[in-house]
């Protein structure tokens, strides 16, 4: 007898109307970065055209934000590379009192609203004087960007057993040789999976860079900034493109690294 697994209509109905919901306001923004008129969104557009792009490559004033959002993600991924691994392999190899409230205020700046944040870091760089600048965007943004490093390494380092490092140490190998030769290979696609997650968080982010910023100005806050001129509306969505591209692909290398995490040497032990 033959079963049938199909989903009932209903459910896949419901999928598809959240599918839209989640989905339509992204396509709008591409579709009305080819439209004609400058100034409001008709629908449908009135004609469709690739002019905005040759437009958006040729405004001067966006090529500074995009290389800041650049450059304040890259460095804020490698802070979050060295910090985050070291506070998961403390937490996951170390025994000591006080040890999962620790990872609780690990995992602290990602859980709280971005406002909060963004406000307790203008209070602490203003009490240090700590002109704000490029170092304090960097700094704000590492604040997250370290929380996504450190869940992507304690949950690898969790699925490897403590054997292979001690039976590094039998052989002979130093606690240099034994990152490079046993843990680096295990942990590095959890580590690149993490700083992808991260440099896409922080290309994008407005909040805290609100808060943390002096007069530079990160692509997204240029783009905050354009909405509320009407005049040539289709470059800023060009420039959403770029964003949605900019973050969308390492979250999708992301997604394929982990997905087969579960497949670490000593995880099935």
Same mark, same amino acid.
């Given at each position: 007898?033959?079963?049938?697994?199909?989903?009932?209509?209903?459910? &896949?109905?419901?999928?598809?109307?959240?599918?839209?919901?989640?989905?339509?306001?992204?396509?709008?923004?591409?579709?009305?970065?080819? #439209?004609?008129?400058?100034? *409001?969104? @008709?629908?449908?557009?009135?004609?469709?055209?690739?002019?905005?792009?040759?437009?958006?490559?040729?405004?001067?004033?966006?090529?500074?934000?995009?290389? +800041?959002?650049?450059?304040?993600?890259?460095?804020?991924?490698?802070?979050?590379?060295?910090?985050?691994? +070291?506070? !998961?392999?403390?937490?996951?190899?170390? %025994?000591?009192?006080?040890?999962?409230?620790?990872?609780?205020?690990?995992?602290?700046?990602?859980?709280?609203?971005? $406002?909060?944040?963004?406000?307790?870091?203008?209070?602490?760089?203003?009490?240090?004087?700590?002109?704000?600048?490029?170092? *304090?965007?960097?700094?704000?943004? !590492? &604040?997250?960007?370290?929380?996504?490093?450190?869940? /992507?390494?304690?949950?690898?380092?969790? %699925?490897? =057993?403590? =054997?292979?490092?001690?039976?590094?140490?039998?052989?002979?190998?130093?606690?240099? @040789?034994?990152?490079?030769?046993? +843990?680096?290979? /295990?942990?590095?696609?959890?580590?690149?999976?993490?700083?992808?997650?991260?440099?896409?968080?922080?290309?994008?982010?407005?909040?805290?860079?609100?808060? *943390?910023?002096?007069? @530079?100005?990160?692509?997204?806050?240029?783009?905050?900034?354009?909405?509320?001129?009407?005049? @040539?509306?289709? $470059?800023?969505? $060009?420039?959403?493109?770029?964003?949605?591209? *900019?973050?969308?692909?390492?979250?999708?290398?992301?997604?394929?690294? #982990?997905?087969?995490?579960?497949?670490? !040497?000593?995880?099935?032990?």
């Amino acid at each position: 007898m033959h079963s049938d697994n199909r989903a009932p209509k209903s459910l &896949t109905l419901a999928a598809i109307g959240g599918l839209l919901f989640l989905h339509l306001p992204i396509m709008l923004i591409f579709l009305y970065a080819f #439209t004609t008129e400058e100034r *409001t969104y @008709q629908f449908p557009p009135p004609g469709l055209t690739l002019k905005w792009f040759a437009v958006a490559w040729n405004r001067a004033d966006i090529w500074p934000p995009l290389y +800041l959002s650049l450059m304040v993600a890259a460095i804020s991924t490698v802070l979050a590379l060295i910090l985050g691994t +070291l506070c !998961a392999a403390a937490m996951s190899r170390a %025994r000591f009192f006080g040890r999962n409230q620790l990872s609780l205020l690990i995992i602290l700046p990602i859980a709280l609203p971005g $406002v909060i944040t963004g406000m307790s870091l203008r209070s602490a760089f203003s009490l240090m004087d700590i002109p704000f600048s490029t170092l *304090t965007i960097i700094l704000g943004h !590492a &604040t997250f960007c370290i929380v996504i490093v450190f869940n /992507n390494a304690v949950a690898r380092f969790r %699925r490897l =057993s403590g =054997s292979i490092t001690e039976a590094s140490a039998d052989l002979g190998a130093n606690s240099f @040789q034994t990152f490079r030769h046993i +843990l680096l290979p /295990n942990l590095g696609s959890a580590l690149l999976a993490g700083a992808m997650l991260a440099f896409a968080l922080s290309f994008d982010e407005v909040i805290v860079t609100t808060f *943390t910023a002096g007069q @530079q100005s990160t692509l997204p806050i240029w783009m905050l900034q354009e909405l509320v001129r009407p005049r @040539q509306r289709p $470059v800023t969505n $060009v420039v959403a493109i770029v964003v949605f591209a *900019t973050t969308f692909i390492p979250i999708l290398i992301a997604y394929y690294l #982990t997905r087969g995490g579960s497949e670490t !040497a000593g995880g099935g032990k």
